[in-house]
């Protein structure tokens, strides 16, 4: 399970949201990249960015900071906030993000999602926002769907989605659990990663999501941020628990190939990359 840390970027600075609200933002750090690499010295694997200017307001100041972290950092990078648009997606993996995130559009436009995914296959990641009864809501919890989790887990999958981040709306996350069943359904239901992008509340809740699901489908990673700054648990105990799991060496979901792909082309030739992904395509081609 890979340990994500959030970053919330608000006005060029780093800040934590108490109730999920930008107007009751509470600022943390002046330096969102200095933040960033205090985060990936405790030992998280990868950067979970929110540009909250974007998501809340549609404004883009913070793309030239968060460009700014993705350089300054060696563990992959994905963004959310405020993409909506084929545009907002090149820009932002044009600027070198590992992956993109969102939310509403994949919902809404299911058309476009299969298009982005077409032009930037396995680089594009949906955030789930799930009721206590799996319904899926949008336009940042104001909008019931009538879809639900399971449908639209499978629907979303066929149209190329990376992974899928699970949060479920109105959960106080220090103190309530995350919806253990929703994250499980998930698991169960399709290959590509699932993460628990709504928070933990203790060292408890990491040992509880490391046995969810099955071998070889497993929860693929966990998002923290505020459980930290709020004093639930130090983020070196989280990762050394998650380190002390052992990992599976295979096998692994063309989603999971094709992201250490990105992580290994970011290191060698183009020549070298591509030699690599023809290889991971004939694998592929060998279990059909």
Same mark, same amino acid.
């Given at each position: 399970?890979?340990? +994500?840390?959030?970053?919330?970027?608000?006005? #060029?600075?780093?800040?934590?949201?108490?109730?999920?609200?930008?107007?009751? @933002?509470?600022?943390? %750090?002046?330096?969102?990249?200095?933040? @960033?690499? *205090?985060?990936?010295?405790?030992?998280?694997?990868?950067?979970? !960015?929110?540009?909250?200017? @974007?998501?809340? +307001?549609?404004?883009?100041?913070?793309?030239?900071?968060?460009?700014?972290?993705?350089?300054?950092?060696?563990?992959? /990078?994905? /963004?959310? *906030? #405020? !993409?909506?648009?084929?545009?907002?997606?090149?820009?932002?993996?044009?600027?070198?993000?590992?992956?993109?995130?969102?939310?509403?559009?994949?919902?809404?436009?299911?058309?476009?999602?299969?298009?982005?995914?077409?032009?930037?296959?396995?680089?594009?990641?949906? =955030?789930?926002?799930?009721?206590?009864?799996?319904?899926?809501?949008?336009?940042?919890?104001?909008?019931?769907?009538?879809? +639900?989790?399971?449908?639209?887990?499978?629907?979303?999958? =066929?149209?190329?989605? $990376?992974?899928?981040?699970?949060?479920?709306?109105?959960?106080? @996350?220090?103190?309530?659990?995350?919806?253990?069943?929703?994250?499980?359904?998930?698991?169960?239901?399709?290959?590509?990663?699932?993460?628990?992008?709504?928070?933990?509340?203790?060292?408890? %809740?990491?040992?509880?999501?490391?046995?969810? *699901?099955?071998?070889?489908?497993?929860?693929?990673?966990?998002?923290?941020?505020?459980?930290?700054?709020? #004093?639930?648990?130090?983020?070196?105990?989280?990762?050394?628990?998650?380190?002390?799991?052992?990992?599976?060496?295979?096998?692994? =979901?063309?989603?999971?190939?094709?992201?250490?792909?990105?992580?290994?082309?970011?290191?060698? =030739?183009?020549?070298?990359?591509? $030699? $690599?992904?023809?290889?991971?395509?004939?694998?592929?081609?060998?279990?059909?």
């Amino acid at each position: 399970m890979d340990l +994500y840390a959030r970053v919330n970027i608000l006005d #060029g600075h780093a800040v934590r949201l108490p109730h999920g609200d930008v107007n009751e @933002a509470i600022a943390l %750090d002046d330096d969102p990249v200095n933040r @960033a690499k *205090g985060w990936i010295a405790k030992g998280a694997d990868r950067l979970h !960015i929110v540009d909250l200017n @974007a998501a809340a +307001y549609g404004d883009y100041k913070n793309r030239d900071l968060i460009a700014s972290i993705i350089k300054a950092v060696d563990v992959p /990078v994905q /963004v959310g *906030g #405020g !993409i909506r648009s084929q545009t907002e997606v090149d820009r932002v993996l044009g600027m070198g993000a590992w992956r993109v995130v969102i939310g509403t559009l994949a919902i809404v436009d299911q058309v476009l999602f299969w298009e982005m995914n077409r032009r930037h296959p396995h680089r594009i990641v949906v =955030s789930l926002d799930v009721t206590d009864d799996f319904e899926i809501v949008v336009q940042g919890w104001t909008e019931r769907t009538g879809e +639900y989790l399971e449908e639209t887990l499978i629907n979303l999958s =066929s149209g190329g989605a $990376a992974g899928f981040m699970i949060t479920e709306v109105g959960r106080d @996350a220090l103190e309530e659990p995350p919806n253990w069943d929703a994250l499980e359904m998930a698991v169960g239901l399709v290959e590509e990663p699932v993460i628990c992008a709504g928070g933990v509340r203790d060292l408890d %809740d990491i040992a509880k999501l490391i046995t969810l *699901g099955k071998p070889g489908r497993r929860i693929a990673g966990v998002v923290v941020g505020r459980e930290v700054t709020a #004093g639930r648990f130090t983020f070196d105990a989280c990762a050394a628990a998650l380190a002390a799991v052992e990992t599976p060496h295979g096998p692994w =979901s063309r989603a999971e190939l094709d992201a250490a792909l990105t992580r290994y082309g970011a290191m060698v =030739s183009v020549d070298e990359a591509e $030699a $690599a992904h023809a290889f991971v395509d004939w694998l592929a081609a060998q279990e059909h």
